[in-house]
């Protein structure tokens, strides 16, 4: 990953332009965690990145910004800016493009997210980077809370690096965040559930649910069932959510709701009841567990001892039922699937045709059916 990186410097240095390596990548490089994409920061405008990877650019609506893929890694190249004024404590007023590194390193937000790499692979660290890892620590470049009253977000990216990282705060920026912490309340929860995805997947996550609820986060997130989340056993996200249960407000795709739903209807449930495993099937049913804290072993045990696990294991089907009862198709068909699962289920009923039709004739083989 890195030589390619470096090949990509290359590529934009030959063509007479300063091209680092910054963020991210850097800080994880020195930590030997690996990176999913690095982003470049360079003096070159976005128009100039593009004619030098005319083919490799995606197109990119992002302002100042050029998308560039590599052998299947993901190169986000930003032109070296200064950010003046910020609009509704997230977004600058203004960006120009400057032509000075560590111009562009000072309008970041933290320092161990402004340490840079050349060409050759050597490290720059005008801001004191290094020494912020070795410390384990989290700190804001320049006034804390000017940095957050800038920007919201930074409030809860610099937990979501605490987190993931396992690294602590500076009492600055603790200080800071209790003062700033109701712009949280305007910052789109889009972003912030971006940012509490990443800290509720990290598997440090029960240290930042800590950090958010002793920086009293959770009221001015909306979020007041986070304590909770702590006594669970829960190690999956859309359990997390689904025991903070906030679908009226934040945003989740089709599928995450019916999960969340499906959760929340068997939460109060039985987990192991055979019906209740093979309505809502062993993933719903073991994130219930996790939630409730229960034997998961036993929860599989059960699923496995179901002598049924979806409708077409029933040894009988819809053309059988008609014939039986002599009937057209209708309703009445689900009905009775519906009666024949539970029966089977709880052990009233053989799973085999002759059980299963002499049962249908008693029960529905009368007159007016
Ligand atoms: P990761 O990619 O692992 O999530 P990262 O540090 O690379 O972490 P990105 O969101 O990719 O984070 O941003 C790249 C760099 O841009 C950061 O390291 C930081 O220097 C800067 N940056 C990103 N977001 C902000 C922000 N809201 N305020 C100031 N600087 C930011
Ligand atoms: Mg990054």
């Known amino acids: 990953m890195l030589d390619v990186a470096l090949k990509l410097l290359r590529e934009i240095t030959s063509n007479h332009y300063k091209a680092y390596i910054v963020g991210g990548f850097v800080r994880d490089y020195l930590l030997g965690i690996e990176s999913s994409d690095i982003d470049i920061t360079t003096n070159a405008t976005p128009k100039q990145i593009k004619e030098i990877f005319e083919d490799s650019c995606l197109p990119n609506e992002d302002y100042g910004s050029v998308t560039v893929i590599k052998k299947g890694i993901r190169f986000e190249i930003t032109t070296f800016r200064k950010e003046i004024g910020y609009l509704n404590n997230r977004k600058p007023a203004e960006v120009r493009y400057i032509d000075d590194l560590y111009e562009d390193l000072i309008r970041r937000d933290f320092i161990i997210n402004a340490l840079c790499m050349d060409e050759n692979g050597d490290i720059i660290d005008y801001l004191g980077g290094k020494e912020d890892i070795s410390n384990r620590i989290i700190r804001t470049i320049g006034n804390s809370d000017e940095s957050f009253s800038d920007d919201s977000l930074r409030m809860l990216r610099a937990i979501r690096f605490a987190t993931i990282l396992d ?176 029966e089977i289920l709880y052990h009233r009923l053989n799973n085999n045709q002759e059980d299963i039709i002499q049962y249908i004739l008693e029960k529905y083989g009368g007159v007016g059916m």
């Open 167 to 342: 690294f602590s705060l500076s009492e600055d920026i603790k200080e800071s965040i209790m003062k700033h912490r109701d712009l949280l309340k305007s910052l789109s929860y889009y972003r912030k559930k971006e940012e509490l995805d990443k800290i509720f997947t990290s598997s440090n996550y029960k240290r930042g649910i800590l950090m958010l609820l002793e920086l009293g986060l959770d009221e001015y997130l909306e979020i007041p069932n986070l304590s909770k989340v702590l006594d669970s056993n829960i190690n999956n996200l859309i359990g997390i959510w689904s025991l903070l249960n906030v679908t009226n407000k934040y945003p989740f795709n089709k599928n995450e709701l019916e999960l969340i739903h499906d959760i929340n209807q068997v939460l109060p449930l039985k987990n192991t009841d055979p019906y209740v495993l093979y309505q809502y099937g062993l993933y719903v049913n073991s994130v219930a567990c996790e939630i409730k804290n229960q034997n998961i072993k036993e929860l599989n045990e059960a699923y496995d001892h179901l002598v049924i696990k979806t409708r077409k294991d029933i040894v009988i089907d819809s053309f059988q039922i008609m014939e039986i009862l002599n009937k057209k198709p209708g309703k009445y068909i689900s009905e009775i699937y519906e009666n024949l699962e539970r």
